[in-house]
């Protein structure tokens, strides 16, 4: 539990975000974002509390909104697309996420530990999902053709007419070139930073698979140098 | 040629405004030029059918229809209906209108009374106006009450529930409408109280963000809607109408009080639509060559020392074309209107005298 100056600290940090302003315009209390809010029908959440709380700078209970609730949003942005305000709530509740994981709460780890695996791929192969991460029984919403990835995998993928889409661990071929330049990006934008704050060890394995195959790019590029 | 400077002024729109500003101008020994574009006179009420007016609880066919009486009835007062304005030339003191039926008028000042438009509820798609027969306007509810049976369009039944949402193309900026219309919250208990009347075994439900019965209007209507009529009122906007198997239709919103989104089941539904800026207002500004302000209303000149002026000297504006406005303080504005005219038909003279 953090003491009031830290909650303050906390707020001012979402406040300063230079997106906040603009997300952020007033509230008519009208519920209209709750009303069309998909998550709001299934978790005790509710927009409109979220941005209530943070235009009347109501630093503990943004706190305590920031250690489970915030989570609970599925960032489609149909709030911002609905408020008669043009306020965004989705995207107040992003602000408040980067927050959280940037002030390392021990609530973003918590809630955000299951995501490794995915996190993992995501962020070694520019991959979310991979066909070999496909079990039918997890899939019940995909219907009775889910089945058929039950076949050889490999079989199947070599049947798509694109090349760079036959492959098994991964949804598409990514060229070392690309690769190379995604943890650019990752590194750049803060997001391995973030990924430090909320699990070292996933973060430490990360750090190791991008650094050997960083080495496999120069490598290769020497190779070039030499022919 | 119609008319004579020194003593005409031309006044645009016979609603509440144009018909008072019009009598005051003849009360005074003057004489009016009304163009109406409709073939009726006395504006929205009369051409929308309202039932009784807030807050005289007089039928609107009866309390305008004295003002369209007493206009149409004076000797001095020239009327054009199914006539517009298509010209309009000269300075203050000396003007010449060109009308649509090829006439023309001299007048020394003229009136703007040209009103507002309501707004149409099919550029809210997901409040089911057009989608449901069940869903209705305020205007069509007050005919409803007018005809004195209230009923489900689609079959005919008595509804049980009937919901009135609140701000219905108002207060919304996702459709470019940032103004409060002022009247829908008075209209809008006014109605629950006529429906309950007329059908006792129906229950009324108002949706609201805030209630703006200002002034008299809180007892007389809010609170009395509560009290003597049980009128139910919910804060929260809804976000849907869609509808049930059964052929209900259902309103989803937020229960505000505790933060849940919620799913009611009504017979009817009804949009307590706003006041948008006339649909002529492009044109009847490059007419007059007036401003409008940056809604669309018709844009006012210093306010305190130049009341009921526009943009231009010797063109004066009243009621609901400068903002959303109530049918009484119309009236006033009309006949301020109408004084600051009157004063500004010698101003030709006055110049050459020096
Ligand atoms: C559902 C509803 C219910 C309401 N009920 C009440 C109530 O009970 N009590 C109350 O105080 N207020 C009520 N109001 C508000 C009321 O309608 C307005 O206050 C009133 O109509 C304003 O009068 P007006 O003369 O300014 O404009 P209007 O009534 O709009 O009259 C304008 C006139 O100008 C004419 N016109 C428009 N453009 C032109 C043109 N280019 N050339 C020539 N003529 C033109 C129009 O045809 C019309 O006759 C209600 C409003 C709504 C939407
Ligand atoms: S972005 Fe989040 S808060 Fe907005 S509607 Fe989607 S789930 Fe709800
Ligand atoms: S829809 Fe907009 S104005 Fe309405 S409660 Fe939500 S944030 Fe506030
Ligand atoms: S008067 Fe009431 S219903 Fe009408 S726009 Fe204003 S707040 Fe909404």
Redesign the pocket.
Known sequence: MANYAEMQQIFDDIRSDFRYDHELNGCLNCGVCTATCPSAHFYDYSPREIVQLLWTENVEQIYDAMQEKIWACAQCMTCAARCPFKNSPGGLVAIMREVAIARGLQSAKDVLRPFGRVMLKLITTGNQLSPDMIQPDHFPDWGPNIQKVEGDLKVLRKAIPVKTLQTVDTAWEVSLKTSVEMYTIWEMTGVLKSLEMMDENLFDVIEDFIDEKKEDYEDWLEEQDED | MQGDASDTVLV???????LSAAASIAAAGFRPVV????DVL????I??G?AK??PSGEWAKDAIGRMVARVEQDASTTVFKGT??TGFEGEPGDFTATLSNGEHVKAGAAIL????T?FDSINKPEWGFGTYEDVLT??QM?QMVAGGKIFCPSDGRVPERVAILLCVGSRDRQIGREWCSK??CT?ST?LAMEIKELSPTTDVFIYYMDIRTFGLYEDKFYWKSQEEFKTKFVKARIAEVTTSGDGRLLVKGEDTLVKRPIVIPFDIVVHA?G?DP?E?NP??SKVFGVGLEKHGFIDRAEFYTSTCGTTRRGVFA????YAP????D?ISQGHAAAARAIAELHALARKKAG
Do not use: Q, R, W
């Not at chain 2, 006395?42 to 009420?45: E, I, L, S």
């Not at chain 2, 009243?318 to 074309?321: D, H, K, L, T």
């Open positions: 645009v729109g016979a609603g509440p405004a144009g163009v109406e574009k409709e006395g504006g929205a009420p051409l929308s309202y007016l807030v517009k304005v009374a040209t009103g507002f309501h305020t205007t007050e009247i829908c209209v006014n639509i006041m006339n002529d044109e009847i009243a009621g609901s074309c406005e109530t049918i009484d119309s």
